[in-house]
């Protein structure tokens, strides 16, 4: 049994709250009161209220705030939000969940946290694509010193025919970019925290928009997935951010990751990170170690601690962090300097494809 319980709030009632953030406060009914969830659409609150048994709906975040003072906010609105809900969730004393991704520019992730900090409050991105078997496996390897120094990662995440047609993610104006902010930050994340969030130097990337017009494909790909609300209707002719980016990060001691991310693509669908160090590097998800000339080993992965029947189960493991974090003084497995340095690669990288040239993280400042 837990201490306490914490009173949660939810402000944006869309695709990820129902898949994933709902989800996660009712499972654990034993450290949280699911009390209230706002959406700008009263249709949208109200229905996930009535559906959830959540005893209170708003249709402003402000309103809610001041008359459930609750504990913890997610914050699942579209990107553009996260800034100013963010704050305003911090100045009324509550801790808080934010979606993905926390904040386009170092500064705002900066100014963000230093409010956190000068108010004792937890404030957690949510990255929760970290907690899959095989790269918690592969951070146990990593830490434990098996891979040695890390010199060079990549990733690529691709999919086929997966631009995400429920929301707004391709207007820039709400989601401030395309593939790489919404799903490369992801394995931004990841990989920067596999190799332990190294000091970066400087980013360089590239972006595309060459596949977005396919929207018979898109609508029957399987884009719209979990449970979607209130999906708006596509329209590729509105769509003004990536869907196909690469690029290189580098690090202060010589490091780099590479990567490519795809909403859609002539490729297969992949999810693959690689990580090499002097002693040895690891390769997922496959979860396979390579040393020596052809010493290859199988990383020991521990199962799913939550099976949530959804591709979300990570929401689990960051809404049970905070309250441990909030609760009992615990450090969070999420770091802010780790969520500030995912948020200056972000910009770094988007001013990069802009400039067609390198963007030093010096630059930023
Ligand atoms: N961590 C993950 O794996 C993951 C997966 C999907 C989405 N996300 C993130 O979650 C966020 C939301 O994505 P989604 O797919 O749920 O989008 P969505 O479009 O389905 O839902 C967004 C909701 O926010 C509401 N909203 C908009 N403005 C508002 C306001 N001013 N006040 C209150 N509500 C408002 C909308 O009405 C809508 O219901 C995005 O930042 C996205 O990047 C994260």
Same mark, same amino acid.
């Given at each position: 049994m837990s201490e306490r319980k914490l009173k949660a709030a939810i402000i944006g009632c869309g695709m990820i709250a129902y898949s994933a953030h709902i989800p996660a406060y009712k499972y654990f009914s034993d450290k949280y009161e699911l009390v209230a969830i706002c959406d700008v659409f009263e249709k949208a609150a109200r229905e996930a209220a009535e559906k959830y048994d959540i005893p209170s709906y708003f249709t402003n975040a402000e309103e809610m705030l001041c008359s459930i003072k609750p504990d913890v906010v997610s914050i699942c609105v579209p990107n553009m939000l996260h800034k100013q809900f963010v704050l305003l969730c911090l100045e009324h004393d509550a801790n808080v969940i934010c979606e $993905? &991704?926390? %904040?386009?520019t170092l500064h705002d992730a900066k100014e963000m946290y230093a409010l956190a900090k000068s108010k004792g409050l937890s404030l957690m991105a949510c990255q929760s694509m970290r907690f899959t078997p095989d790269r918690i496996a592969a951070k146990k390897l990593l830490d434990n010193g098996e891979? @040695?120094? &890390? !010199?060079y990662g990549e990733f690529s995440r691709i999919r086929r025919r997966g631009i995400p047609t429920w929301g707004t993610f391709h207007i820039k104006e709400r989601s401030g970019g395309g593939a790489f902010i919404d799903i490369g930050v992801h394995m931004v994340d990841a990989v920067l925290w596999l190799m332990g969030n190294p000091e970066i130097y400087s980013v360089n990337g590239s972006t595309c928009r060459k596949l977005h017009k396919e929207i018979g494909t898109l609508q029957s790909s @399987?884009?719209?997935? @979990?449970?979607?609300? =209130?999906a708006r209707k596509f329209d590729p002719d509105e769509m003004n951010v990536e869907d196909f980016s690469c690029g290189t990060i580098t690090f202060k001691n010589g490091a780099r990751i590479n990567f490519k991310v795809a909403w859609? %693509? =002539?490729?297969r669908d992949e999810t693959t990170i690689r990580i090499i160090g002097e002693k040895s590097g690891v390769e997922l998800p496959d979860g396979i170690i390579h040393r020596g000339i052809d010493d290859d080993s199988a990383l020991e992965m521990m199962p799913e $601690? !939550?099976?949530? @029947?959804? &591709?979300?189960?990570g929401h689990f493991h960051v809404v049970e962090d905070i309250y441990d974090v909030v609760v009992n003084g615990k450090e969070p497995i999420i770091k802010p300097e780790e969520t500030i340095n995912v948020a200056g690669i972000i910009e770094a990288f988007y001013r990069s494809a802009e400039l067609g040239r390198e963007v030093a993280f010096e630059e930023l400042l």
């Open positions: $993905k &991704p926390l %904040a386009f891979i @040695g120094t &890390p !010199y @399987g884009a719209l997935t @979990g449970s979607v609300q =209130n859609a %693509a =002539n490729l $601690k !939550y099976e949530c @029947g959804s &591709p979300f189960s």
